[in-house]
């Protein structure tokens, strides 16, 4: 590691170096526009030396915009207004030059000499120059977002997920597929899962993450199409003595359907529905516990 004496030495050399190269670039500048001024002023009196200088002027204006890695880098949206305003000054040198050229008349010298004037006052005090390399600053650096997509869905997924996951089985594949940001269910997490009415259903007790907040409408088609049971199998109803902000989700055929479901049913229904659940006793329809812990 650096020491913190060396960092600052360092750090104060390269202030240094740097504020002298932006003197010598700025130097640059007033000469160039001292020397745009003088061919002018020269190109009022005679010609030897104009043609010349138009060459000049349209060599560094396109050489200065197309050639600098600012602008280069800049931003596409910035590239137009930069480059506007860097060539400005040269377009207007350029054409006053030619104008010499090809107007030698009284009052056109004193139009011509006019022009001079004003472009060497207004680019010594504007400096668009410089102004149009800090209009194309160099880009600043991109900054990771937690939109970025994760590099495994698995993962990716667990840490969009607004919650803590909860460890048994059927709870984390809810909270992964149904409660994940846009799912059927959205903001709400499963508090407890029983066999019932003589293993015919899955009671899956629900709950809203946020307190105070109601169970949202879950479609039941969506649910079916998440969960791959038949819709009929699937019902949601709301729990007697209980407010909004809980509901039961319902899987199986409802009593009057017949005689209940063999083993391969409900092993069909444990694997597609709620993965990792085994159904091995029967209890009451009672959760009144799990409502108020």
């Known amino acids: 590691m650096m020491p913190l ?5 360092t750090t104060r050399a390269g202030s240094v170096v740097s504020r002298a190269g932006s003197a010598a670039v700025s130097g640059v500048g007033r000469l160039a526009t001292l ?5 002018m002023t020269a190109g009022l009196f005679t010609d030897a030396g104009t043609l010349p200088a138009i060459l000049a002027t349209i060599a560094a204006g ?3 915009a197309f050639l600098s890695p600012r602008f280069q880098l800049a931003h596409p949206m910035k590239k137009p ?9 040269h377009t207007v040198l350029a054409a006053n030059l030619i104008t010499e050229l090809a107007w ?3 009052e056109g010298r004193l139009v011509q000499g006019g022009v001079a004037v004003l472009w060497t006052a207004g680019v010594w005090w504007l400096r668009p120059g410089k102004l149009a390399k800090r209009v194309a600053k160099w880009p600043e650096p991109v900054v990771e977002t937690d ?10 997924t667990e840490a969009e997920t607004a919650v803590a996951l909860p460890d048994d089985p059927a709870g984390r594949w809810w909270a992964l597929n149904a409660a994940r940001e846009g799912g059927v269910a959205e903001g709400t997490r499963v508090i407890d899962v029983r066999a019932i009415e003589d293993r015919r259903r899955v ?8 307190k105070g907040e109601p169970v949202p409408d879950i479609k039941i088609k969506r649910l079916s199409a998440l969960m791959n049971v038949p819709v009929e199998l699937l019902e949601i109803q709301e729990i ?6 809980f509901a039961m989700l319902l899987i199986g055929p409802k009593p009057e359907a017949g005689p209940a479901p063999d083993e391969d049913v409900w092993s069909e229904i444990g694997r597609s529905a709620l993965p990792g659940v085994t159904l091995t006793e029967i209890n009451e329809y009672d959760m009144s516990k799990e409502f108020n812990p």
């Open 203 to 210: 009671a899956v007790a629900l709950t809203a993450i946020e």
């Open 147 to 156: 939109d970025a997509e994760g590099g495994q869905d698995g993962a990716g």
């Open 104 to 106: 030698d008349a009284t």
């Open 240 to 245: 007697p003595g209980h407010g909004a902000g």
């Open 5 to 9: 004496r060396t960092y600052i030495e």
């Open 62 to 64: 396109l050489g200065g």
């Open 81 to 89: 207004i930069a480059y506007t305003i860097y060539l400005t000054p």
């Open 35 to 39: 020397a745009g001024g003088t061919a």
